[in-house]
């Protein structure tokens, strides 16, 4: 398990079934790099543990700045990966619901253009969307893909 602190990322993978069928909620992140990316762009709402912070109260929090709620329910773990990019990812599901037009998320500063010496502010997030877990497994950042398996298992479907 991840030491708090030690440099790695927890999320929620936030899970609904309705009729039957499981949908599972993943983030757009924001900013001009993502722009123009979709398909394999979409994740968990992740982000760093602060020295101190379990990986769960990281998770909820990180939800909650994201999307401007706090996830409600049983935190079912979901283990942990190695990200393409190195970043150590936690990750947690729980049954809740999220209304996408609600989506309310933190903003970061970023240098843009390029070398120009103007920070402008971008969302964290700029939209959320359920997917179905076979939608999902073609949206979501291929590294995170494991999660949805994890989850998948879990629940038996």
Do not use: C
């Not at 762009?41 to 994201?66: C, D, N, S, V």
């Not at 999220?98 to 390029?114: G, N």
């Amino acid at each position: 398990m991840s030491r708090p602190g030690d440099g790695f990322s927890a999320g929620v993978l936030l899970y609904r079934r309705a009729d039957d069928a499981l949908s599972v909620l993943l983030v757009h992140p924001g900013g001009p790099y993502w722009r123009n990316r979709w398909a394999g762009a979409w994740q968990i709402p992740k982000g760093q543990a602060m020295p101190g912070e379990t990986a769960l109260a990281a998770a909820r929090r990180e939800f909650e700045e994201e999307l401007g709620a706090a996830p409600v329910g049983e935190a079912i773990p979901l283990g942990r990966l190695r990200q393409r990019g190195g970043k150590l990812v936690e990750a947690f599901a729980i049954q809740d619901e999220f209304d996408v037009a609600t989506l309310t998320s933190i903003a970061f500063e970023l240098e843009w253009p390029p070398k120009s010496g103007k920070l402008r502010a971008f969302p964290e997030v700029d939209t959320a969307r359920w997917f179905t877990l076979d939608e999902a497994r073609t949206e979501i950042l291929p590294s995170q893909q494991p999660f949805l398996d994890r989850l998948a298992e879990v629940l038996g479907d």
